[in-house]
């Protein structure tokens, strides 16, 4: 067995994922912490202001890393319930369950920031357009998962029953994302690409770009966190959960 | 400073932004932790039941 092999083999126990995911946390942790720093730093003291939205434009560094993020959130459930429906693996529920209100959080942040920065710009807090519409039914998906996931008494039927739900719900993704093109939005089409290059100052792309990567590892730290509880939940009657709640072991 | 805290007459705006950004991550991060206290005391209390009973 090839080292790769038997990593991935590790990281489908749910002993070996809790102590390796214990051991990443903190550095997960770290390097989110220094790239959140840097990116308030460049986003908020060294971009200039925009020409047209004055200082408004600011709230970009937080609802354009949160809207990719539940995006980004979504389709690793997705793959995750794929990967559960036809190998049926343990740790691929876990992180599709422990994914799901981590994806909700970003996508209201989204949904909320982008209210925040349309009521000054725009002069509406809402408007029925494609983009936020889509993107709110993403909330719903997150919504919807996490309530179907506690409805059902039995963890292996209620994991396949979401499984199910993520992948239906994928076809999202593509609507969210060419919703700007597709139709007509108020919403301002991408900004950021990554085949065309992007249309932006490059002292308003980094902090943008920094900020998405402290995004990507807090969500890691806090998938971590969430899915070492629901392994200590779902073993919670083997030996090795005992010792650790007998604090014989961390 | 004040001048960087008005943000260009959109300070609330922006601000609020920020700030919920902030708590929204701050609870993130928290909840997983009381939650783990949480399933912990409840394995070991179970465990304590059992020893009492045999």
Same mark, same amino acid.
């Given at each position: 067995?090839?080292?790769? +092999?038997?990593f991935?083999?590790?990281?489908?126990?749910?002993?070996?994922?809790?102590?390796i995911?214990?051991?990443?946390?903190?550095?997960?942790?770290?390097?989110?912490?220094?790239?959140l720093?840097?990116?308030l730093y460049e986003?908020?003291?060294?971009?200039?202001?925009?020409?047209?939205?004055g200082?408004s434009?600011?709230i970009?560094?937080?609802?354009?890393?949160a809207?990719w993020m539940?995006?980004?959130?979504?389709?690793?459930?997705?793959?995750?319930?794929?990967?559960?429906?036809v190998?049926?693996?343990?740790?691929?529920?876990?992180?599709l369950v422990?994914?799901?209100?981590i994806?909700?959080?970003?996508?209201?942040l989204?949904?909320?920031?982008?209210?925040?920065w349309g009521?000054? +710009?725009?002069?509406?807090?809402w408007v029925?357009?494609a983009?936020?519409?889509?993107?709110l039914?993403?909330l719903?998906?997150?919504?919807?998962?996490?309530?179907?996931?506690?409805?059902i008494?039995?963890?292996?039927?209620?994991?396949?029953?979401?499984s199910?739900?993520?992948?239906v719900?994928?076809i999202?993704l593509?609507?969210?994302?060419?919703?700007?093109?597709?139709?007509n939005?108020?919403h301002?089409?991408?900004?950021?690409?990554v085949?065309?290059?992007?249309?932006?100052?490059?002292?308003?792309?980094r902090p943008?770009?920094?900020?998405?990567?402290?995004f990507?590892?807090y969500?890691?730290?806090?998938?971590?966190?969430r899915?070492?509880?629901e392994?200590?939940?779902r073993?919670?009657?083997?030996?090795?959960v005992?010792?650790?709640?007998?604090?014989k072991?961390? | 400073?004040?001048?960087?805290?008005?943000?260009?007459?959109y300070?609330?705006?922006v601000?609020?932004?920020y700030g919920l950004?902030?708590?929204?991550?701050?609870?993130?991060?928290v909840?997983?932790?009381?939650e783990?206290?949480?399933?912990i005391?409840?394995?070991?209390r179970?465990?304590?039941?059992e020893?009492?009973e045999?």
């Amino acid at each position: 067995m090839n080292i790769f +092999m038997r990593f991935y083999h590790r990281l489908a126990s749910p002993r070996h994922f809790y102590q390796i995911a214990g051991q990443w946390i903190p550095w997960l942790g770290a390097i989110s912490l220094i790239l959140l720093a840097w990116g308030l730093y460049e986003g908020l003291l060294v971009a200039p202001t925009d020409y047209q939205q004055g200082e408004s434009y600011r709230i970009i560094f937080i609802h354009v890393p949160a809207a990719w993020m539940s995006m980004f959130i979504y389709l690793i459930m997705a793959i995750a319930g794929a990967i559960n429906l036809v190998w049926r693996m343990k740790m691929a529920e876990v992180v599709l369950v422990s994914s799901a209100p981590i994806g909700a959080v970003f996508a209201f942040l989204a949904l909320v920031t982008g209210s925040l920065w349309g009521k000054p +710009m725009w002069g509406t807090w809402w408007v029925w357009d494609a983009r936020l519409t889509s993107e709110l039914f993403l909330l719903f998906l997150y919504l919807g998962i996490i309530a179907l996931h506690g409805a059902i008494e039995d963890k292996r039927t209620a994991g396949r029953a979401v499984s199910i739900l993520a992948l239906v719900g994928v076809i999202n993704l593509p609507i969210i994302h060419f919703s700007v093109e597709w139709w007509n939005t108020l919403h301002q089409g991408s900004t950021v690409s990554v085949m065309g290059g992007s249309k932006m100052d490059s002292r308003m792309l980094r902090p943008l770009l920094i900020m998405s990567f402290a995004f990507k590892f807090y969500y890691g730290m806090i998938l971590f966190m969430r899915a070492r509880n629901e392994v200590l939940d779902r073993e919670r009657n083997t030996s090795w959960v005992r010792q650790i709640a007998e604090g014989k072991a961390s | 400073m004040s001048e960087f805290l008005h943000m260009g007459g959109y300070a609330f705006y922006v601000w609020t932004s920020y700030g919920l950004a902030f708590v929204l991550m701050l609870v993130l991060f928290v909840s997983p932790m009381i939650e783990k206290k949480r399933l912990i005391a409840g394995i070991a209390r179970k465990l304590r039941r059992e020893r009492r009973e045999k």
